[in-house]
């Protein structure tokens, strides 16, 4: 079978760790280099899959969404699917967001790590006054690992109760989002971390 040269070899291997997930330049810097030389072939080959590469030079991440069809397009199948967040976790995910946009005006620290006796310090009044705190930590580190799985927190190693947020977390809560904070957070008091917890959450793509 004849081969197409349409596209360099070198995006083969960003193509895949794109369709697998976020690409950290701290994590591979080679296949950030690929990436970076190869991006137009990269935004390209996405582009007919209904994708669109994003790509954070500052920050050094790149990930794919799904790409808002032109006028008059036939949307296609979305092929990155949207996953429901329940309430606790969209709530820590917008407290983290708020904490790391703090930390940035700061000037201090570009890496924001917090112990999750901070982080339940923030959430907890949220909780029903008399909640059982043990049962709380329980709850809030199985949130956490939930958040993990997103890929906006990490664990230190060897240190499971600090936490690292991951600055692609700034990419998916915008600024838009952030200015509605206050108003999301009266939703999360009206409704408590007590109710059911898998309605009325955030989405996120990935």
Known sequence: MEESTDYPVNISKPLIGLMKGVVFREKDEALWRDLEEGQMAVRDYVQVLGLELMLDDSEGYAWLRTREPAEGEEPLPRLVGKRKLSYPVSLII??????????????????????????????????????NEARMLDRINAHL????????????????????VVRILKAFVDAQWLHEFDRRLEEYRGSGMDREETKGGGNHEG
């Open 94 to 131: 917008a407290l983290l967001r708020k904490k790391l946009a703090e930390n940035d005006a700061s000037g201090e620290e570009t890496r924001l790590i917090l112990s999750v006796e901070e982080i339940a310090d923030m959430v907890k009044v949220f909780f029903p006054e008399g909640s």
């Open 145 to 164: 690992n939930k958040i993990g799985e997103l890929g906006f927190i990490r664990r230190l190693k060897g240190q499971k109760d600090k936490i690292e």
